[in-house]
């Protein structure tokens, strides 16, 4: 067991140029299983970003902020592919992508052979194998150790990036007393389930909180001046969050950054992933001297009442409300017990209903062993997208989708699956491959913004354009039967 204070650091991060005034900083935390090979390297690190700015015809800090992307990956065969292709999409004028580091952690299936046949086509992709999975933290502490730029990315290999998420992620980092930026999670799920109203609800409130008290976390952006987090973390991005904020950097919290995942579509994958959560956040509490804001119940309970449009609005809600904070109690008493009885949650279970990430396309006529899903964002013309006008404009957004829904069904095969998932946001799953999903997603968008809609009870027509994006994923082939071969 071993204690720094931020003072202990400065010798690593002074050097590359890129700490605040310290001086009056002296908050410690406890670092445990910091291997003694990571001694020094931010030292190493400075050094080598220096080299990458420095070198002719590299890109520069000005006018695009130079990152590494960073995505932990355990058997994620199905989506690391197309998470790779859309994030080296990612494209802005704040940006320059300058590798993408992929840490494949005790994968046993075809995710490390994936990986290195993209890295022969694209100089940018790394790929660093760990033959024992040890955990997330140990992949990232890996990933940290050879990332080289000066801002560091972690994305997930199971969430679907906005195609301008990256540079508002790393548009902030202009300001140098920012150290860190945190985007905005909205969850696919289908809302008009229990389960669905119990995950949307949650990523609301932490969006709400989030805008007062930054808690980041499912993509995340950081100065490159911490050499690891401790290895027994359950919460690698509170971890995270706590040494920047020790070290006098600013935190920002970005809800234009959007990133699309799925939550649990189960009780039992809930409760163990609300459970591993809070165990963690305890832990660092006590370990690392940081409290995420989600901690406190008050300013959630005051969230909730703030959102009572989407909460509290029906019976129904009521009821599902109700049920969402019962489990999410439950979850925090067995997370309390978990970190009293010294349970780790380091190494994860997985979740595996969040990695059955559904996919919103239509179905092609042909037989296709694909999957994909299309996100829709519906934009109302006229919308100012700020805190003032964001409760009218979410309302309308969802009357918009409700009343395009019936239409958009209408157009589509029954197989294919359509849903609302939050406010204005739309998802189809389908069985097609990218191609096809292509065809799709253009076909809803052009029905869209040629539909006549009016919102309010005045009828007041507004003009809707449409943003989407789509993931694919590998699907078993259907088993064939009798009837299917038409014998």
């Known amino acids: 067991m071993a204690t720094y204070t ?30 003694p090979d990571r001694v020094g390297a931010g030292l190493r690190r400075s050094a080598a970003t220096a080299a990458l700015v420095a070198a002719p015809g590299s890109p520069t800090l000005a006018p695009a902020q130079v990152c590494s992307i960073g995505i932990m990956a355990y058997n994620e065969e199905a989506n690391i592919a197309r998470t790779l292709e859309s994030v080296l999409a990612q494209s802005g004028p704040s940006i320059c992508i300058h590798e993408v ?9 075809r995710t490390i052979p994936i990986v290195t046949g993209l890295a022969a086509q694209e100089p940018r992709i790394r790929l660093l194998v760990q033959e024992r999975r040890e955990g997330k933290a140990s992949a990232i502490n890996l990933f940290l150790k050879e990332a080289v730029s000066p801002v560091v990315v972690l994305i997930g290999a199971d969430v679907i990036p906005e195609t301008s998420a990256m540079e508002f992620l790393c548009a902030p980092f202009k300001d140098p007393t920012i150290g860190m930026v945190g985007g905005r999670p909205v969850p696919i799920n289908d809302a008009a389930t229990f389960m669905g109203h119990a995950v949307h609800l949650l990523w609301r409130l932490h969006d709400r909180v989030a805008r007062i008290h930054p808690k980041l976390g499912e993509v995340i952006a950081f100065r490159n001046v911490i050499s690891g987090i401790p290895t027994d973390s359950a919460v690698d991005e509170i971890s995270i969050q706590a040494l920047i904020s020790q070290l006098g950097y600013r935190l920002i919290y970005q809800p234009d950054c959007i990133v699309y995942n799925k939550g649990p579509v189960t009780v039992r994958d809930f409760l163990k992933q609300r459970r591993r959560i809070y165990a963690g956040h305890i832990k660092v509490l006590k370990q690392q001297k940081y409290e995420a804001s989600t901690m406190k119940v008050s300013p959630i309970f005051r969230q909730l009442i703030n959102a009572r449009h989407y909460a509290l609005s029906t019976p129904r809600q009521v009821t599902w409300t109700l049920g969402a904070m019962a489990l999410e109690g439950y979850a925090r008493a067995q997370g309390r017990y978990d970190y009293w009885r010294k349970h780790e949650h380091f190494i994860w279970q997985a979740v595996s209903s969040t990695k059955e990430l559904e996919a919103g396309q239509y179905k092609m006529r042909r037989i296709c062993n694909a999957q994909s899903v299309i996100v829709f964002r519906l934009l109302l013309e006229g919308a100012q997208h700020n805190d003032v006008q964001r409760e009218r404009e979410e309302r309308e957004a969802n009357e918009v989708a409700r009343k395009l829904l019936p239409l958009l069904k209408s157009k589509m095969r029954k197989e294919d699956m359509l849903s609302i998932n939050g406010p204005g946001i739309m998802t189809a799953v389908i069985r097609a491959e990218q191609h096809g999903a292509e065809l799709v997603a ?24 449409i943003a989407y994006s789509s993931l694919t994923f590998a699907a078993p082939a259907p088993t064939m039967t009798t009837k299917d071969a038409g014998l």
């Open 6 to 35: 931020v003072n202990d650091m400065q010798s690593d991060i002074v050097g590359a140029g890129l700490a605040p005034a310290l001086e009056n900083t002296m908050a410690t935390y406890t670092v445990k299983d910091i291997q």
């Open 101 to 109: 580091i992929v840490v494949a952690s005790g994968c046993t299936d």
């Open 442 to 465: 253009q076909r809803i968008k052009k029905i869209v913004e040629s539909a006549p809609v009016r919102v309010d009870a005045r009828g007041r027509e507004v003009k809707v354009t």
